[in-house]
């Protein structure tokens, strides 16, 4: 049962396989948490985001189709979700960005080998630079520019995640990068 694909595992669960579908929870909870946590900034709201969508997805088993890896329909739901997070917070006036280099507020910054105190400054200087400049973007910029650099997704999945041609997420991912350089030489970063 190890072996067994993500569609494999989502044909079982749609036939009341609980323990399929609790597999294909370990494979993605944490990937998704963290998409989502780079989207909302809150680790609870991001914990909360990612059960909803396992819970959307369950809910909606029986229409997911093989056409795509299933890891897309999951982000898509999970895209979502984040959005109308975001719109919602916006409104709330909360939604702010999360550390790019830290999992939670509990963690350090970024290591560094020879632990300097001047090095581990400059650390926590460029990740305030980064996260400042990383909210100034869009959630159409900040999303594609979270699943490419650090999920790491290639072109086509993040184009059925976010529902657009991929000379679209071409265009949003090189206009997220060219914001984000803008945004950091304005804070200072010009030495980075």
Same mark, same amino acid.
């Given at each position: 049962?190890?072996?067994?694909?993500?569609?494999?595992?989502?044909?079982?669960?749609?036939?009341?396989?609980?323990?399929?579908?609790?597999?294909?929870?370990?494979?993605?909870?944490?990937?998704?948490?963290?998409?989502?946590?780079?989207?909302?900034?809150?680790?609870?709201?991001?914990?909360?985001?990612?059960?909803?969508?396992?819970?959307?997805?369950?809910?909606?088993?029986?229409?997911?189709?093989?056409?795509?890896?299933?890891?897309?329909?999951?982000?898509?739901?999970?895209?979502?979700?984040?959005?109308?997070?975001?719109?919602?917070?916006?409104?709330?006036?909360?939604?702010?960005?999360?550390?790019?280099?830290?999992?939670?507020?509990?963690?350090?910054?970024?290591?560094?080998?020879?632990?300097?105190?001047?090095?581990?400054? +400059?650390?926590?200087?460029?990740?305030?630079? =980064?996260? *400042? #400049?990383? $909210?100034? /973007?869009?959630?159409?910029?900040? %999303?594609?520019?979270?699943?490419?650099?650090?999920?790491?997704?290639?072109?086509?999945?993040?184009?059925?995640?976010?529902?657009? +041609?991929?000379?679209?997420?071409?265009?949003? =991912?090189? *206009? #997220?990068? $060219?914001? /984000?350089?803008?945004?950091?030489? %304005?804070?200072?970063?010009?030495?980075?």
């Amino acid at each position: 049962m190890t072996g067994l694909s993500d569609w494999d595992l989502v044909a079982q669960a749609r036939g009341g396989d609980m323990d399929s579908f609790a597999r294909l929870v370990h494979r993605y909870e944490a990937p998704l948490i963290h998409f989502c946590l780079r989207m909302v900034g809150s680790h609870q709201d991001a914990q909360d985001l990612a059960q909803e969508s396992f819970v959307r997805v369950y809910r909606y088993l029986d229409r997911l189709k093989p056409e795509a890896k299933f890891s897309t329909a999951l982000f898509g739901m999970a895209r979502n979700l984040t959005l109308n997070y975001l719109r919602d917070a916006g409104r709330r006036g909360r939604g702010k960005v999360r550390s790019l280099t830290r999992e939670d507020e509990t963690d350090s910054a970024v290591a560094d080998d020879v632990h300097r105190p001047d090095r581990e400054a +400059r650390l926590r200087e460029i990740e305030g630079m =980064l996260e *400042r #400049a990383l $909210e100034s /973007l869009s959630p159409e910029h900040k %999303e594609v520019l979270v699943l490419r650099e650090i999920q790491g997704m290639d072109y086509d999945a993040i184009a059925a995640i976010v529902r657009c +041609r991929k000379g679209t997420v071409k265009s949003r =991912l090189a *206009r #997220a990068r $060219e914001q /984000l350089r803008v945004r950091l030489v %304005e804070l200072g970063g010009e030495l980075l």
